[in-house]
């Protein structure tokens, strides 16, 4: 457990995270109903700059799990001046973003301590009355599954021979945003084949990989808000899919992008 020996060491430019971090780790000890601290992302990997947020995750007593998640809220705001705080509860695992006025972002999710299922790669834990994070974990959503990839590939043929459909149209705006839909899943495709971590975040997760592996000629799918532009981009991506397992509807989506004037 690294604790405030951890938050102390953190480097001069990630200042307020380190005063905001020693903050939270207070408010949390001195309450029994919260059990465990950690902190995931960038920051516990060390690849955290100035703009970086705080990714935390909060482990409560069950038996003290309402009272404590309802008084929340206004815990967070007592760590510094808000600008604003997003709460999504009444779900499993209840979210808290906040936005302090010094530029500092809080993103906390809390859990039951009986969810618990140990620690998982590259996490910091901040606090761990009951030895809940001691045991390495691994999560099913570090690596990919078949029917995940299955998933991926599908969604991005599909979203492909959507964004045909809309070129037909004229109606340039959904066609783009099928193409960026595309994208996301062929980036999601090549970070299980890269064997980076949590695969299925796509460019966030390739990109905070080390030497950031993206597919070649992956710029020659951007395109501009322009018919012949969309086409010649939604090409160059189906190409780039090519290189990895295909869905029955590939050979069907590419001869729609061949002759993006035929029949929806």
């Not at 955290?48 to 705080?54: G, P, R, T």
């Not at 705080?85 to 039951?112: C, H, S």
């Not at 839909?181 to 999601?188: C, Q, T």
């Not at 980076?196 to 020659?220: C, I, M, N, Q, W």
Request: proline share 6%; glycine share 6%.
């Amino acid at each position: 457990m690294e604790g405030v020996g951890w938050i102390s060491s953190l480097p001069a430019d990630l200042g307020r995270q380190q005063e905001l971090l020693l903050r939270l780790l207070e408010e949390v000890e001195q309450d029994e109903r919260f059990r465990a601290l950690e902190v995931q992302c960038s920051l516990a990997r060390g690849a955290a700059d100035e703009l970086s947020d705080i990714d935390g995750g909060l482990f409560v007593a069950d038996d003290a799990w309402d009272s404590a998640v309802r008084e929340l809220p206004n815990r967070l705001k007592r760590l510094g001046d808000v600008v604003d705080m997003l709460v999504r509860d009444g779900v499993e695992t209840p979210y808290f973003f906040t936005q302090y006025e010094d530029g500092t972002q809080l993103d906390l999710l809390a859990q039951k301590a009986s969810k618990a299922r140990g620690r998982v790669p590259n996490s910091v834990v901040l606090m761990d009355r009951d030895h809940l994070l001691e045991a390495p974990w691994q999560p099913r959503s570090l690596r990919a599954r078949a029917v995940e990839l299955r998933e991926w590939s599908f969604f991005a043929w599909l979203a492909l021979s959507n964004l045909s459909k809309y070129l037909r149209r004229g109606s340039l705006w959904e066609a783009w945003m099928q193409l960026e839909e595309a994208r996301g899943h062929l980036l999601r495709l090549h970070a299980a084949k890269t064997s980076v971590h949590y695969p299925g975040f796509g460019l966030t997760s390739l990109l905070d990989a080390p030497g950031r592996p993206l597919p070649d000629g992956l710029e020659s799918t951007v395109a501009r808000l322009d018919r012949n532009d969309l086409a010649r981009a939604a090409a160059a991506l189906a190409d780039l899919l090519d290189a990895y397992p295909l869905p029955a509807l590939a050979p069907f989506v590419r001869a729609r992008l061949t002759s993006p004037d035929a029949p929806s």
